[in-house]
C-alpha cells in the first residue's frame, strides 16, 4: 500500500503554518473552470485576410465543444492601432474593424454560451493608446488642464526641460517617458510604462476610474462572464514618482517588479479592486451568474500576492510560479505546495497555466537545458548578459524531448486542484516559432531594444488548422500576419483530429475525464511519498491518482492502481521518464 504522506510543507514564512489541506466547499464555474486563450489575431482567420477575426471564432467553437474546454478568455480586440497586439486600445468599448464587429462579438458570446462555454475577456486599464480619444484631448488641452491629469504628464527638468521627470526604464525598453512636440515644439512628457503608444492612465484620479466602471458595466451587460486585468499590479503609481535602482543593462531606472518599487503593488490597488468585486457581485444574482476577474500580476512574494485574492478583491490571480516552473520534481513540487497552501490560506483557487502570448511555448522552453527561463529575450549585448544570464542566448530546443514534456505537463496540470489555463496551440503540442525573420517581427520589445529582446512574436504565429501547406487553414490563400513554419504540416487541428495519439486527442481525452471525474478541479491532494524523489505521485479523492515521472528511469504503477490515462505509451507496463499518467485506485 502506497502511504498516504503529509503534503510537505516545501513554504517557509507566512504560509508554512497553515493547516492542511484547506477544503473548498464552494463549487462555483470558475474555480473548476479550463480555460482557452484565444489570441484573436492569430486565432481563425475567416476573411482570408491574414488575420484572425470574431467570426473566424465563431466559426472554430466546435474544435473548442470537442475540446472540452469551460471557457475562453480573449486577449484585447478591441479597436486598436495594433503597436502591441491590441494591448494599446483606442476604444473599450467596441471591436477591432479587422477583427469584425460589436454584432459578431454579440453572436459568438451568445454562440459559447449556448455551448455552454463561458466567455472572458481582457481589461486593460493600466493604459490606453495615444490614440483613444481622451488621450489626444489631453494632448490638445495642453499642460496644466484638467485632460492632462487622466495621465501622468510632467515637465521635463534642465535648462530646456529636456531631462525626463524621473529615471524610469520602460518594460519593453528605452524611457518609460516619451516627450511630446507640439506646434510650439518640444513640451511635457507623459509615462508610458510599455511602448510609447501605450499611455499610462492615473488612476490616482477618481474619473478614470469612473470610466473604468462603465467599460465594466457595458461588458458585463453584454454577457461577459469574466475580466482578465492586464496589468492588474500597475495600475497605481507612487504619487512621488522616485526614482528607481539602476539596471546596468539599460542605464535606466528599474522597471520590471521587484519588492518596494515605486511602480507595482502600491497599497491603492486594494479600494480599486473592491470596488470591481462590487460592480461584478451586483450581476451575481442575474441570468448567468457570477462574473469573474482574474488578475496578471507579477508580485513575485505569495503572501503579497495573495492580497489580490483576499476575500472581497479578485476572484483569481495567474499563477506565474508554475508558468515558468523547471521541468523538475523538486521544484514542481515545491511550487504546487506552496501555491495550494497560500491561495486555501484565502480562500481562493490557484490558478495552472502552461504558456501565453507572452512566453516561450511550453513544448519549446522544455525541450531546452534550462527549462524554468521565458525565453523570449536572445541577443549578444554583455551588459544584457550579466542580467539575465545565459538564457538571454539561444539554447538548442530537444522538441521531440520538449513535446513529450508539454504532454506530460498538460496532464498534471488539469490533474491539480484549480482552474486550468490552455493558451492556444497548447492543444496541438505546437513548438515556439524560434526562426522567424526579423523583418516579420512585430513585438515593440524588439524594436526598442535594438534586436537585443527578440520578442514574443514566435508564439503568435496564426495556428494551423489544416492542409499540409501555410496557410493551413488560417484563411484560404491569404499571407498570415506572421509565417508559419513547414514543419507545421503534421500539426494542424485536421491531421490531429482523428489520430489517437496526437496531442489533440490527448486534451480530449483527458478534458473529458476531467469534466466527469467527481475527483477532479477544485479541491485537495495529498501526495504519497512512497516513491523515488523525482517521481510525483498525488491521489485526489475518491478514487483518483496522478504519477508524473520526472526520473531518469522507468517506474512501476503504482499498487492498486488501473491506467487511466497515460501522456506517452507506457514501456512494457512501466511509466517512461518524462510521462504523466491518470489512475483510478480502489484502495
Ligand atoms: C500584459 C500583456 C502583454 C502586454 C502588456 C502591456 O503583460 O499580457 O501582452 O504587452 O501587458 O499591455
Known amino acids: 500500500m502506497p502511504r498516504r504522506g ?161 529615471n524610469w526604464g520602460s518594460l519593453f ?51 461577459v462572464d469574466g475580466l482578465r486585468v492586464d496589468v492588474a499590479d500597475g495600475l497605481a503609481k507612487h504619487p512621488d514618482m522616485p526614482d528607481t535602482p539602476i539596471d546596468p543593462a539599460t542605464g535606466l531606472g528599474i522597471a520590471y517588479y521587484y519588492q518596494g518599487s515605486p511602480l507595482w503593488n502600491q497599497p491603492e490597488l486594494d479600494a480599486i479592486q473592491r470596488h470591481w468585486r462590487s460592480i461584478a457581485e451586483e450581476y451575481s444574482g442575474r441570468h448567468l451568474g457570477e462574473r469573474i476577474f482574474v488578475c496578471e500580476a507579477n508580485v513575485r512574494e505569495l503572501d503579497a500576492l495573495m492580497r489580490f485574492v483576499d476575500e472581497g478583491r479578485m476572484h483569481t490571480t495567474f499563477n506565474f510560479d508554475a508558468l515558468l516552473c523547471e521541468w523538475t520534481a523538486a521544484t514542481l513540487r515545491a511550487v504546487i505546495d506552496r501555491n495550494l497552501i497560500a491561495h486555501a490560506s484565502v480562500g481562493a483557487p490557484t490558478t495552472w497555466v502552461l504558456g501565453n502570448h507572452d512566453t516561450t511555448r511550453v513544448a519549446t522552453r522544455y525541450g531546452k537545458p534550462e527549462t524554468g527561463r521565458p525565453y523570449t529575450l536572445d541577443g549578444g549585448d554583455p551588459a544584457w548578459r550579466a542580467r539575465f544570464g545565459d538564457y538571454f542566448y539561444p539554447q ?73 501547406t501555410a496557410p493551413y487553414g488560417f484563411g484560404v490563400d491569404a499571407t498570415p500576419w506572421l509565417p508559419q513554419p513547414p514543419i507545421w504540416a503534421g500539426l494542424s487541428a485536421a491531421a490531429q483530429d482523428t489520430d489517437p495519439d496526437s496531442t489533440l486527442s490527448l486534451y480530449r481525452r483527458a478534458l473529458a475525464i476531467r469534466a466527469g471525474h467527481p475527483a477532479l478541479g477544485d479541491g485537495t491532494l495529498a501526495w504519497d511519498e512512497d516513491h523515488p524523489p523525482a517521481v510525483l505521485h498525488f491521489t485526489r479523492e475518491p478514487g483518483f491518482g496522478c504519477l508524473v515521472n520526472l526520473s531518469e528511469a522507468p517506474v512501476a504503477l503504482p499498487a492498486g ?17 518524462d510521462t504523466t499518467v491518470w489512475l483510478s485506485r480502489w484502495s
Not at 510609447?196 to 467599460?215: G, L, T
Not at 524560434?434 to 527578440?454: M, V, Y
Not at 501522456?567 to 517512461?576: A, C, I, M, T
Open 173 to 223: 525598453g528605452g524611457s518609460a517617458w516619451q516627450r511630446v512636440v507640439g506646434a510650439e515644439g518640444p513640451e511635457q512628457y507623459y509615462l508610458h510604462m510599455f511602448a510609447p503608444e501605450q499611455p499610462d492612465w492615473n488612476w490616482a484620479n477618481p474619473r478614470v476610474a469612473e470610466m473604468f466602471d462603465d467599460v465594466i458595466r457595458f461588458w458585463f451587460d453584454r454577457g
Open 396 to 468: 538548442p530546443t530537444d522538441i521531440e524531448l520538449g513535446r513529450r514534456r508539454a504532454r506530460a505537463a498538460a496532464l498534471l496540470e488539469l490533474a491539480l486542484p484549480g482552474p486550468a489555463y490552455i493558451y492556444q496551440g497548447e492543444e496541438l503540442g505546437l513548438p515556439e516559432v524560434e526562426d522567424l525573420p526579423d523583418e516579420a517581427r512585430q513585438d515593440p520589445s524588439f524594436f526598442r531594444t535594438g534586436g537585443r529582446i527578440k520578442g514574443r512574436d514566435g508564439c503568435r504565429v496564426p495556428l494551423p488548422w489544416s492542409g499540409t
Open 6 to 166: 503529509s503534503p510537505g510543507l516545501a513554504t517557509s514564512g507566512a504560509f508554512a503554518d497553515k493547516v492542511w489541506p484547506v477544503t473548498s466547499t464552494e463549487r462555483s464555474w470558475w474555480r473548476d473552470a479550463v480555460v482557452y486563450q484565444i489570441y484573436p489575431r492569430s486565432f481563425a482567420d475567416s476573411n482570408n485576410d491574414g488575420t484572425g477575426d470574431v467570426r473566424g471564432m465563431i466559426d472554430k467553437l466546435d474544435h473548442l465543444t470537442t475540446l472540452g474546454v469551460n471557457a475562453v478568455w480573449i486577449s484585447p480586440w478591441y479597436p486598436s492601432p495594433m503597436a502591441d497586439g491590441g494591448y494599446d486600445v483606442s476604444d473599450y468599448c467596441d471591436i477591432d474593424p479587422s477583427f469584425g464587429t460589436l454584432a459578431d462579438a454579440d453572436e459568438f458570446l451568445a454562440a459559447a454560451h449556448e455551448r455552454g462555454i463561458r466567455v472572458l475577456i481582457d481589461l486593460v486599464p493600466n493604459h490606453c493608446s495615444i490614440e483613444h480619444p481622451v488621450f489626444q484631448a489631453a494632448l490638445a488641452a495642453g499642460p496644466g488642464s484638467p485632460e492632462r491629469e487622466l495621465f501622468h504628464f510632467r515637465d521635463g527638468s534642465g535648462p530646456d526641460g529636456s531631462v525626463p521627470p524621473n
Open 561 to 577: 492502481a488501473e491506467l487511466l490515462l497515460s501522456s506517452g505509451p507506457l514501456d512494457g507496463g512501466l511509466v517512461p521518464p
